[in-house]
């Protein structure tokens, strides 16, 4: 392919960014000369090369335009949010909750890159499965910052913002992707939705007073990790993903992902209320 944004290193080589970046996410050095960039690994600035720009748009304009125009079509494709979504595989992840993570291997470099590069920001969340390599249902995460180190690591700040149904595994460049559809829970009315109101409000006291029973050292590094609980919801169904202090409650509840990864699923409030009661009971 023709060099598209082209970019020089200190050690004096030019390269496509994103090919260079490719490259730095396995290797903190450069690929011709074996020079160490963990500066520019740091930093994420490049240089770009004016120069070998505008010979190629002199030169080269079909090319050039070619190159550009297979460059806005992958990047369309990477920013569906419905079909090929990246997942990242590692741990339960929920609507409101905050979910810090550190990232190292150079597939999920990748990612975590193109989702910022894309301006989505976002990307979904699922546990492992034996069988199929990730669960069924997961949590979409937003971007919120991200923080790079000398060596390509970085901790990413992100959030759960919607829940979703796996419709299709697949994979992309050594990482997960899969086609989605999102999930909201059913409303109900008059009859149902005051038994809710009051099933909802004895679960969320049920809960604070679960929480302020722990021992202080434990309460804090929840509060530190966590966040306050969110207070009661006037409308428990303003939400299509529900209460946010359900998601906060099933978060710092002692329970293995398994267990956890039903309450995500489920498309009933009610349902959802009745099993963090049986939890906590």
Not at 31 to 44: D, H, I, T, Y
Not at 148 to 156: E, H, I, L, M, T
Not at 242 to 259: F, H, K, Q, S, T
Request: glycine share 4%.
């Amino acid at each position: 392919r023709l060099f598209y944004e082209p970019v020089t290193t200190p050690c004096g080589h030019t390269f496509c960014l994103k090919c260079l970046e490719r490259c730095l996410d396995h290797n903190p050095k450069c690929p011709l000369c074996k020079e160490g960039l963990s500066e520019c690994l740091a930093m994420r600035k490049y240089c770009k090369t004016v120069l070998m720009e505008e010979l190629i748009a002199r030169y080269l304009p079909e090319e050039l335009t070619e190159r550009r125009k297979i460059y806005e079509e992958e990047i369309a494709e990477l920013s569906n949010l419905n079909k090929n979504v990246p997942i990242f595989v590692c741990t339960m992840a929920y609507p409101t909750v905050p979910c810090p993570l550190h990232i190292f291997e150079p597939c999920y470099r990748l990612m975590i890159r193109r989702c910022m590069e894309t301006g989505t920001k976002q990307f979904g969340m699922c546990i492992s499965d034996p069988v199929k390599g990730f669960a069924d249902y997961g949590c979409i995460l937003e971007i919120r910052n991200v923080e790079f180190f000398a060596d390509g690591r970085s901790v990413v700040d992100s959030i759960g913002k919607r829940r979703f149904k796996v419709i299709q595994h697949s994979q992309r460049d050594g990482y997960n992707t899969a086609d989605i559809e999102y999930i909201e829970d059913q409303k109900v009315q008059g009859q149902e939705y005051a038994a809710l109101l009051v099933l909802h409000d004895s679960v969320y006291d049920q809960a604070y007073m679960w929480f302020n029973s722990l021992k202080q050292a434990l309460k804090s590094r929840i509060l530190s990790h966590f966040g306050p609980m969110p207070a009661k919801d006037p409308d428990p169904q303003s939400n299509p993903n529900g209460p946010a202090w359900c998601w906060w409650v099933l978060a710092v509840l002692p329970l293995e992902n398994r267990a956890q990864l039903p309450f995500l699923a489920m498309k009933s409030l009610k349902d959802r209320l009745n099993g963090i009661r049986r939890v906590l009971t």
